[in-house]
């Protein structure tokens, strides 16, 4: 799990995916590996992640438009911005929850097992997210 981490941490999603795909079957459902695949998963999808100030002018521009919101998330939690990509997701779920297969709920779970599990930001965004589900 740290060398992964390492390897994420200097935006080597190539080299960390081999040394998670090396891992021995009994490690692979270990938090630190899951929290591993995780980040490699945001790693990602921060390469295909837009500009945050083009991606925010766009949801200001139109704020029904879904996936320029999701995009913005991407970019935001890409530039380190947790706490904004997760409020930028929960506001997509509160507005279209089935969007896109669910991918708003998604998303923030991927983010959520990347954090740790008492991170704020994680403890703050299940706590909306549930009250939403269960309104």
Do not use: C
Request: aromatic residues 6%; without cysteine.
């Amino acid at each position: 799990g740290g060398m992964a981490r390492a390897y994420i941490a200097l935006d080597d999603a190539d080299q960390a995916e081999a040394v998670l795909n090396g891992v021995p079957a009994e490690l692979s459902n270990s938090p630190e590996i899951e929290a591993a695949h995780a980040q490699l998963a945001l790693l990602r999808q921060a390469a295909d992640a837009g500009p945050v100030a083009e991606l925010r002018a766009a949801v200001e521009a139109n704020p029904e438009d879904n996936q320029a919101r999701f995009d913005l998330a991407q970019a935001l939690h890409a530039s380190g911005d947790a706490e904004a990509a997760v409020e930028e997701l929960l506001t997509l779920f509160r507005r279209d929850r089935e969007w896109n297969d669910g991918a708003a709920k998604q998303q923030l779970f991927t983010i959520f097992d990347a954090l740790k599990p008492n991170d704020p930001v994680v403890l703050n965004g299940r706590r909306k997210l549930s009250s939403m589900i269960f309104a």
